[in-house]
């Protein structure tokens, strides 16, 4: 009883000096902030940041949850919004905009964003409707040691990857050298999307929803990524982003194009076997086709603001997030992501994104009808990737796929 | 019992009824029957922080407002989901009939189609499932009577965690199990001597293993309605079948088996309903690659970035008409037996 008592009362302190140094983020008047983001590390620091601003007048609440963008449209759409805040990428900011349930922030940018840098606002038909404060990218992560080995250079294209994994494999130094995330579903769908992006392309006709992957860079990207599996793990068609972070931790395979999301926790000196973490580079994506665009897209993580809420909350809302995006929180957690803010100085973990972005890769995609591609994706390149079906009837599937959906969503 | 008195004792129920399960089965109906309106687009500037300022389409939402005012419900469609690619097919299934390669041509290509190949998969489920469940149900039941009184309560415990342990997490147990590094999948290699032999890779052995597990969570329930009925068996029949030299399987064969009859059909009927329902051992196998069902394709609708309402009403509908099919020739039964017993 004493001790818990000693515990109480210690854990009270600390609360009050925390609170103490970090009370007062200048949030004017009340209000009350209760944010909805995706779960992940980056998202919760930038959450419990936000929080700090609770006062007598503000209450602050955060929700980091992977379902968010199940919660997020229903969540916004009633009146008085349950979220007042919604963190988004640049897909799930589109069925925000979609049903309107997002409020323009310039007022909010000029009277409170003062340590806003131009780049962070993601500006629609000249209205700021979101503010992004951290970047990401799926890049390449290779194993030196086994590269060397093997008397490869550093591969730059998926074309330089299928040659050293045919390399590592015949000279019997890895049996899977290489790993991707192709589970069926989101994972799949992204991995065709980086790699039609790194073609050039347009995935649509310009001005509709007519979609126009039905052509030889189609057909490059899926024969590239079926080329690909002759050198991953059988079970590669049940490989998410974590399942291949664990094979590559596991020191089981030696490239795998991963998030750079991933990296910090990669090359931690946490869960990975001997030789892996001091033998890992992390490079620019590769490109594919003998293309100049790396084969991935990037992505931004932002705030938007919830229309449906009063203007009070909705000001309370901005200020908390500016405090929670602060260039004093990112100088204390570098490493935590690749960070968009003012002061940002990249960690090791950063190198690979950043590379990413200075050679050139593609934004996702923001068009309101990518949605509907991505999920006809995810579950008609199923069979191709298995093996089963070639790849001009997989895209002529896609395209039936997309077709009724986007009818069905009042597109075509 | 007065029929105003039986009205008032199942009022509180049908009224919950009539709120909780039909007035939503209403309600997917119509949502099935409409699609989104069309999308009003404009073409705007779009600034980020990669790659600057782009013209990109975005919908009007100012225009699409008063359309959706006007309709909330959305543009009415009709049977036109239920007929689209994704569900029925029908133009897609006469294309296919009207020119092909042959019979084994017509199968892949219908197999191609995502309902159908769902649907196959569900079939497959409900008739390999249900009869091994409840076949294994009624031998374990059988053995679990013939134990000592003392251990009795323990087996019957352990009996019964198939059922016990969410659906998901017992899926996700046998998968970790069966993975090339977990104790089933690492002794399967061993035992066929083939290092590259995966349960996950090929579609007849992902199908094996999902069937595996659906007969293993499934069992329970035909061992405990089984068990119970077991307990109702006369004993003076059995007695008497004995003094007639009976054996042990002659007794099980014409005294237990009659017996139990009526109780196999409910299970049955039951067992059936739910192995329709197929769900959660595909997304626990991470099975989307090899096998879907209809359950699958609701969830696969509305989850990811962009939902689709009228087409998951629309499969949900389908999957009510699948569960009526299947059960209609149980039903029929029922009922004849209700009738002969009145008579």
Not at chain 1, 32 to 51: C, H, W
Not at chain 1, 229 to 250: C, G, Q
Not at chain 2, 108 to 125: D, G, H, M, Q
Not at chain 2, 139 to 145: F, P, Q, R
């Given at each position: 009883m004493k001790l818990m008592l000693k515990t109480t009362v210690s854990l009270g302190v600390l609360c009050l000096t925390a609170g103490a140094a970090f009370a007062d983020c200048g949030i004017e008047g009340a209000g009350s902030v209760r944010i909805l983001s995706n779960d992940f590390e980056a998202l919760r620091l930038v959450n419990t940041t936000a929080e700090e601003c609770a006062t007598d007048g503000v209450t602050v609440t955060a929700n980091a949850n992977a379902e968010h ?13 349950e979220y007042t805040v919604?963190v ?45 404060f951290m ?126 999301s991933l990296?910090g926790a990669t090359i931690d000196d946490e869960g990975a076997?001997?030789?892996?973490v ?25 705030f ?9 909350d909705?000001?309370a809302s901005?200020q908390a997030m500016v405090h929670g995006i602060s260039p004093e929180m990112v100088a204390a957690n570098p490493a935590v992501a690749?960070w968009?803010v ?5 960690g090791?973990a ?63 | ?165 969410t659906?998901?997490v ?174």
């Amino acid at each position: 009883m004493k001790l818990m008592l000693k515990t109480t009362v210690s854990l009270g302190v600390l609360c009050l000096t925390a609170g103490a140094a970090f009370a007062d983020c200048g949030i004017e008047g009340a209000g009350s902030v209760r944010i909805l983001s995706n779960d992940f590390e980056a998202l919760r620091l930038v959450n419990t940041t936000a929080e700090e601003c609770a006062t007598d007048g503000v209450t602050v609440t955060a929700n980091a949850n992977a379902e968010h963008k199940n919660l997020q449209v229903p969540a916004l759409s009633i009146n008085p919004a349950e979220y007042t805040v919604a963190v988004v990428a640049n897909n799930s900011i589109v069925p925000l905009l979609n049903d309107d349930l997002i409020r323009p922030l310039d007022d909010l940018v000029a009277k409170y964003g003062a340590s806003l840098q131009p780049n962070q606002l993601i500006k629609i038909d000249g209205k700021t409707m979101a503010v992004a404060f951290m970047g990401n990218a799926q890049h390449l992560f290779y194993r030196k040691d086994i590269l060397d080995q093997a008397g490869l250079a550093e591969p730059k294209s998926y074309e330089d990857i299928l040659a050293a994994a045919k390399a590592i494999k015949d000279a019997g130094i890895m049996e899977y050298p290489v790993a991707a995330s192709v589970k069926p579903g989101w994972d799949l769908a992204a991995e065709f999307v980086n790699a039609y992006l790194g073609t050039g392309a347009e995935f649509f006709a310009p001005g509709s929803a007519e979609l126009a992957i039905d052509n030889e860079n189609g057909l490059k990207v899926l024969e590239t990524m079926r080329a690909l599996t002759a050198y991953m793990d059988p079970d590669y068609l049940t490989f998410d982003a974590n399942s291949i972070k664990a094979e590559y931790e596991a020191g089981n395979t030696a490239m795998m194009v991963e998030w750079g999301s991933l990296a910090g926790a990669t090359i931690d000196d946490e869960g990975a076997a001997e030789g892996v973490v001091e033998n890992t580079v992390l490079a620019a994506a590769p490109t594919i086709g003998g293309g100049s665009i790396p084969a991935v897209a990037l992505w931004w993580d932002g705030f938007t603001i919830a229309k449906n809420i009063s203007d009070e909350d909705a000001a309370a809302s901005f200020q908390a997030m500016v405090h929670g995006i602060s260039p004093e929180m990112v100088a204390a957690n570098p490493a935590v992501a690749t960070w968009l803010v003012a002061g940002y100085e990249p960690g090791p973990a950063a190198v690979g994104v950043i590379a990413t972005a200075n050679a050139g890769a593609r934004a996702y995609p923001m068009q309101p009808y990518m949605g509907l591609l991505h999920t006809a994706l995810s579950s008609e390149l199923a069979e191709f990737m298995a093996g089963t079906e070639d790849a001009a009837q997989a895209l002529a599937d896609v395209k039936a796929a997309y077709d009724t959906a986007a009818k069905e969503g009042g597109y075509l | 019992m007065p029929h105003k008195t039986f009205f008032a004792f199942i009022l509180p129920s049908l009224i919950a009824m009539v709120l909780f399960i039909a007035l939503p089965i209403v309600s997917v109906v119509v949502q099935s029957l409409h699609v989104e309106h069309p999308r009003v687009l404009v073409e705007v500037e779009n600034c980020q922080p990669f790659g600057g300022c782009t013209k990109e389409v975005r919908v009007d939402t100012a225009a699409m407002q008063q359309l959706e005012q006007e309709q909330p419900m959305g543009q009415f469609n009709g049977l036109g989901t239920y007929l689209n690619r994704g569900h029925l097919a029908v133009n897609e299934i006469g294309a296919i009939l009207s020119s092909n390669a042959g019979f084994g041509d017509v199968v892949s290509r219908i197999y191609n189609l995502p309902f159908y190949k769902a649907l196959s998969f569900t079939l497959v489920f409900c008739f390999v499932v249900t009869p091994l469940a409840m076949a294994l149900g009624f031998v374990i039941a059988l053995a679990v009577n013939a134990v000592p009184k003392a251990i009795k309560g323990p087996v019957i415990f352990f009996s019964l965690l198939p059922m016990i342990i969410t659906p998901l997490v017992g899926s996700l147990i046998l998968y970790w199990m069966i993975q090339s590094n977990g104790i089933i999948g690492a002794s399967l290699q061993n035992l066929f001597n083939d290092p590259t032999l995966s349960l996950r890779a090929s579609p007849v052995l992902t199908w094996a293993s999902l069937l595996f597990y659906g007969v293993w969570s499934n069992a329970p329930f035909s061992f405990v309605v089984f068990y119970a009925g077991l307990q109702t068996v006369p004993g003076d029949t059995l007695e008497s079948a004995m003094i007639d030299g009976a054996s042990r399987w002659e007794r099980i064969r014409y005294v237990i088996i009659p017996h139990l009859m009526p109780l196999a059909t409910f299970v049955a009927l039951v067992q059936l309903m739910d192995n329709f329902r197929v769900f959660e051992p595909i997304v626990g196998f991470s099975a989307e690659a090899n096998a879907t069902s209809l359950s699958w394709m609701i969830f696969n609708d509305l989850s990811g970035d962009a939902q689709l309402f009228g087409s998951a009403g629309a499969t949900s509908v389908l999957t009510i008409i699948g569960v009526i099919i299947l059960l209609t020739p149980v039903l029929i039964r029922t009922w004849r037996e209700f009738n002969h017993k009145v008579v």
